[in-house]
Protein backbone atom coordinates (compact mmCIF):
# COMPACT_ATOMS: atom_id res chain seq x y z
CA UNK A 1 0.00 0.00 0.00
CA UNK A 2 2.89 2.70 0.68
CA UNK A 3 4.88 1.74 -2.55
CA UNK A 4 1.25 2.73 -4.37
CA UNK A 5 0.51 5.48 -2.65
CA UNK A 6 4.50 6.66 -3.01
CA UNK A 7 4.07 6.10 -6.55
CA UNK A 8 0.72 7.59 -6.94
CA UNK A 9 1.94 11.15 -5.21
CA UNK A 10 5.32 11.40 -5.46
CA UNK A 11 5.61 13.03 -8.65
CA UNK A 12 3.41 15.62 -7.32
CA UNK A 13 5.60 16.43 -4.65
CA UNK A 14 3.88 15.05 -1.66
CA UNK A 15 5.84 12.58 0.89
CA UNK A 16 4.10 9.59 2.05
CA UNK A 17 4.26 8.88 6.23
CA UNK A 18 3.68 5.39 7.28
CA UNK A 19 2.21 4.53 10.41
CA UNK A 20 0.26 2.37 13.24
CA UNK A 21 1.50 -1.75 12.82
CA UNK A 22 5.39 -1.10 12.64
CA UNK A 23 6.41 -2.98 15.21
CA UNK A 24 9.61 -4.29 14.43
CA UNK A 25 12.89 -3.40 12.43
CA UNK A 26 12.06 -5.54 9.63
CA UNK A 27 8.46 -3.45 9.17
CA UNK A 28 10.54 -0.58 9.44
CA UNK A 29 13.05 -0.88 6.76
CA UNK A 30 10.04 -2.06 4.46
CA UNK A 31 8.21 1.07 5.15
CA UNK A 32 11.72 2.80 3.98
CA UNK A 33 12.41 0.73 0.94
CA UNK A 34 8.70 1.22 -0.11
CA UNK A 35 9.17 4.73 -0.39
CA UNK A 36 8.20 6.37 3.15
CA UNK A 37 9.88 9.40 3.94
CA UNK A 38 8.32 9.63 7.68
CA UNK A 39 7.44 6.64 10.28
CA UNK A 40 5.14 7.00 12.99
CA UNK A 41 5.38 4.51 15.68
CA UNK A 42 5.24 3.94 19.22
CA UNK A 43 8.02 1.52 19.52
CA UNK A 44 10.71 3.66 18.46
CA UNK A 45 12.74 2.94 21.60
CA UNK A 46 12.07 -0.55 20.67
CA UNK A 47 12.96 -0.54 17.27
Known amino acids: M ?3 MY ?3 SSKG ?3 KASEG ?3 TE ?5 IEA ?3 RVGT ?3 LAL
Do not use: P, R
Open 7 to 9: DTV
Open 27 to 31: KFLAM
Open 14 to 16: FEV
Open 2 to 4: VKL
Open 42 to 44: SKG
Open 35 to 37: GTS
Open 22 to 24: IHT
